[in-house]
């Protein structure tokens, strides 16, 4: 074989000059895009040079937590709960009618699937936090904002994830029940309403337990919870009061992770 | 009496799992032959062709191969051990979304270094005989052909070429034909005959199906139990030996196949 | 859930949801004693929801029309969150494909496995608020405290899916690769590479969309971005500038979550 292997062609490209330019193209594209995002970081380097020192201040001025600052953080971090849930809870039911009208399949009208459509948008490109601001303009600070906070954001994600399933329900059954002469209201419970539930169960309990972690920062603008404490702590320089709550808020979380996951392995 | 071209000797492997699937495995192949290696599955067959490369540590045992000895050999020193053992898989175990040519050139990654092979800097030669082992495997014209485009028998015969195109002193087959219908089966075993013919190598080669290893085989080693039970040429492969090395032996198609922990 | 929505879905009750119609009636009231009980401890001031409506409607009138004039302060700081969004994604990315790789139970051992997956758990624990607040500590105010946030993020998230990515691909090619002899860096290239490039390219750019909605939240605590300014045009009472920030925001979110599907679209 090996002596006329002269006839075989001795080099090997694996892409073609023009696909190399296009490759070329992209890179610099995406270098130039860096290096411009790059401008807007002028690093202060005289405080990145300290912040080791700083960090490790921190942490020595962190330890040991302040226990008996518990007591005060407790009615807080049930309000943080409070403040997820019922945010979900008032969520779940604006939800549904917003994912039954953006959804093309339901919607019925397109002037109404629009106006579904832009209220998910609406909902959710604002984040939570944002809409604690918003909402602390208007009810003063409080749990209150933070609940219509909550319900802003996540009215929007189940509604999406619930249009979606909506847009994909099986024709087959919704064709079986008209069949029989249901009403439209009827094929929406009996035939379409079935596919959808464990949907929306489930992403409520996904949503649920990123809304505790949302709630947890809420009182970063004045919107109730645990945020609230923690910000008057770090501005007080309260370093041990601030490693309690941490860790108060790092067992809320793993808590509601846990109990989400177990939820959700159950009702699929 | 010449040195040996493969000699193994004692070769033991325990899985954590306190099974022993290698047990003080003894063979030599002295001549360039194909060695069929036979057994029901969980016989160590796979077990034995991996502690060769040491994709499997063996436990306890030597192998040589051109003077060394394979389980000593420093992670270095193995590494250049391996490129010259070509290796071919029942999965064939392409890079699926690499085209044909590039997983013809892994075969290469072992003689060159990283930036060489990221760019492709192969040497001319090397290009040269990856073309001319497509078109040896009957592949001529699929280069620029993705992996995950090509049929069963076409992704073992890349695997031929890239196994070939390490230039090996020994082919290791792994169960080759498993994944494939008779008539390429068929085929891929003419294939791989042929081409270690041609080279002098020896080849070990696992396979499950009793009437291709004796139609293609030089010589059939029977595993049971981890131990090596047979090693003769086919035409002493026995109904009685059969039963030796399988149990009970009903016909010429072996019984179901299972992959065994590599 | 859905009968408030939906009088007619009581006709069909899915059997599965919760085992026993019994079940349900008794999550419907332990949900009734939910909201009883968490209303009762919120302390509800009925009289400043009210007054909150009445200011909602003065907030939304004065939000109307949004304030554009000032474009300046806007695109800046728009422009600044896009910049905190691609180098905290480059960061984060450079920082997550080592991580990532070490994350994965199949080629790292153990002990290296573990730390690098311990690294990834604090990540995701926390809200990004909470992590800039304290970048904010050390580094003081400004756009280096939200890109380093969000890098931090990034990275967790994406080694998290890196390293699920490895853990799920196909071994056959390592296998192969090793045996002919190829070193670490050749299998990571020519077999792992291959395997997860094209989702992760997907990841990348999801990540990308979700930083960029984060660094518009970031500026409420003093990381940068155009958080900072809708924060002080709301201290402000500026409500038609910050309603004219929330709409670029929606708008620029939208577009970025637009593109990304797009692009995950197109890549298969």
Redesign the interface.
């Known amino acids: 074989?090996?002596d006329?292997?002269?006839a075989?062609?001795?080099?090997?490209?694996?892409y073609s000059g023009r696909e190399k330019a296009v490759q070329w193209l992209w890179t610099i594209a995406f270098a130039l895009?860096?290096v411009?995002?790059?401008?807007?970081?002028?690093?202060?380097w005289a405080?990145?040079g300290d912040?080791h020192i700083?960090?490790l201040d921190?942490a020595e001025r962190m330890w040991p937590p302040r226990w008996s600052y518990a007591q005060q953080i407790w009615?807080p971090l049930?309000?943080t709960i409070?403040i997820a849930?019922?945010g979900t809870?008032a969520a779940?039911?604006l939800s549904?009618?917003v994912a039954f009208i953006a959804a093309s399949n339901t919607a019925g009208y397109k002037l109404v699937w629009f106006v579904g459509r832009l209220i998910l948008?609406?909902s959710?490109?604002?984040?939570t936090?944002?809409w604690g601001?918003?909402f602390?303009?208007?009810?003063?600070p409080?749990?209150?904002a933070g609940i219509c906070a909550v319900t802003a954001r996540s009215t929007g994600f189940i509604a999406k994830l619930v249009a979606e399933a909506i847009e994909e329900v099986d024709y087959g059954q919704i064709e079986a029940v008209e069949a029989t002469g249901a009403s439209k209201?009827?094929v929406?419970?009996?035939a379409i309403?079935?596919q959808v539930?464990?949907v929306?169960?489930g992403t409520t309990i996904y949503r649920w337990d990123i809304n505790i972690?949302?709630a947890?920062?809420l009182g970063?603008?004045g919107a109730g919870g645990i945020?609230l404490q923690?910000?008057a702590s770090?501005n007080e320089f309260a370093w041990n009061q601030v490693l309690l709550i941490?860790c108060a808020?790092?067992v809320l979380?793993?808590v509601s992770e846990y109990v989400s996951a177990r939820v959700r392995a159950r009702?699929s | 009496m010449t040195e040996p071209l493969l000699e193994i000797t004692s070769l033991v492997k325990d899985y954590g799992t306190g099974r022993r699937a290698l047990d003080s495995v003894s063979f030599t192949i002295r001549t360039p032959q194909l060695v069929g290696i036979i057994g029901s599955s969980g016989a160590g067959k796979s077990t034995l062709i991996r502690c060769i490369n040491r994709l499997v540590e063996p436990t306890s045992g030597s192998v040589r191969l051109m003077g060394a000895d394979i389980p000593s050999l420093s992670s270095r020193e193995l590494r250049k051990m391996r490129r010259q053992i070509g290796m071919i898989f029942q999965e064939y175990n392409l890079v699926e979304r690499l085209t044909v040519m590039q997983n013809v050139l892994t075969g290469r990654l072992g003689y060159v270094g990283f930036w060489t092979s990221v760019r492709y800097r192969y040497s001319e030669e090397d290009i040269r005989y990856a073309y001319a082992l497509l078109e040896r495997v009957g592949l001529a014209g699929f280069e620029n052909r993705r992996a995950d485009a090509l049929s069963g028998g076409q992704r073992q015969r890349v695997g031929i070429a890239r196994a070939l195109m390490q230039r090996p002193k020994l082919l290791l087959l792994d169960e080759p034909t498993a994944s494939l219908d008779p008539s390429t089966s068929r085929q891929i075993m003419q294939l791989a005959q042929g081409v270690i013919e041609e080279q002098h190598m020896p080849a070990l080669i696992n396979i499950h199906d009793v009437t291709l290893a004796r139609t293609f085989c030089d010589r059939i080693i029977g595993m049971r139990d981890g131990k090596l039970v047979f090693d003769a040429p086919p035409a002493e492969l026995t109904h009685a030996r059969l039963v030796d090395i399988y149990g009970a032996y009903e016909n010429d198609e072996a019984g179901p196949r299972q992959e065994e922990p590599a | 859930m859905s009968d408030t929505a939906f009088g007619a879905g009581r006709r069909w009750r899915p059997p599965t949801i919760f085992g026993s119609h019994k079940l349900r009636a008794a999550f419907f009231l332990a949900v009734a004693v939910y909201l009883v009980w968490s209303l009762g401890t919120l302390q509800f001031d009925s009289q400043r929801v009210l007054r909150g409506f009445v200011r909602a409607g003065d907030i939304f009138a004065r939000m109307w029309p949004p304030d554009f004039s000032r474009s300046t302060l806007l695109i800046n700081g728009m422009l600044e969150s896009i910049q905190i969004a691609i180098v905290s994604t480059v960061l984060g990315v450079l920082i997550a494909v080592p991580i990532g790789v070490c994350a994965a139970r199949n080629l790292a051992p153990r002990p290296i496995y573990l730390a690098a997956r311990g690294l990834i758990v604090i990540g995701r624990t926390f809200h990004e608020l909470i992590i800039a607040i304290f970048f904010v500590k050390m580094f003081g105010f400004g756009p280096l405290a939200g890109v380093l946030t969000l890098s931090y993020g990034s990275f967790s998230f994406v080694a998290k899916m890196l390293a699920e990515d490895i853990e799920n691909m196909n071994m056959g090619p390592v296998e192969a690769l090793r045996a002919t002899g190829a070193g670490f860096r050749q299998v990571i290239w020519f077999a792992v590479l291959p395997q997860v490039l094209v989702r992760q390219i997907g990841i990348l750019i999801y990540r990308l969309d979700s930083n960029l909605r984060h660094s518009t939240i970031i500026g409420v605590v003093g990381a940068g971005g155009i958080g900072q300014t809708l924060s002080a045009a709301f201290s402000k009472y500026d409500f038609d500038f910050a309603s004219a920030i929330l709409i670029s925001i929606a708008v620029l979110v939208a577009m970025g979550e637009f593109g990304s599907d797009y692009i995950r679209r197109r890549l298969r």
């Open positions: 074989m090996t006329r292997l002269d075989y062609p001795s080099r090997y490209q694996r895009a860096v411009w995002a790059m401008r807007a970081i002028d690093v202060e405080f990145l912040a700083q960090a921190m009615h049930v309000e409070h849930t019922l809870m779940v039911v549904i009618p948008i609406l959710r490109s604002i984040n936090v944002i601001l918003l602390v303009a208007i009810f003063g409080g749990p209150i209201l009827q929406l419970a009996s309403w079935p539930q464990p929306l169960i972690r949302e947890s920062v970063f603008v945020g923690l910000n770090i941490l808020i790092l979380v793993v009702v």
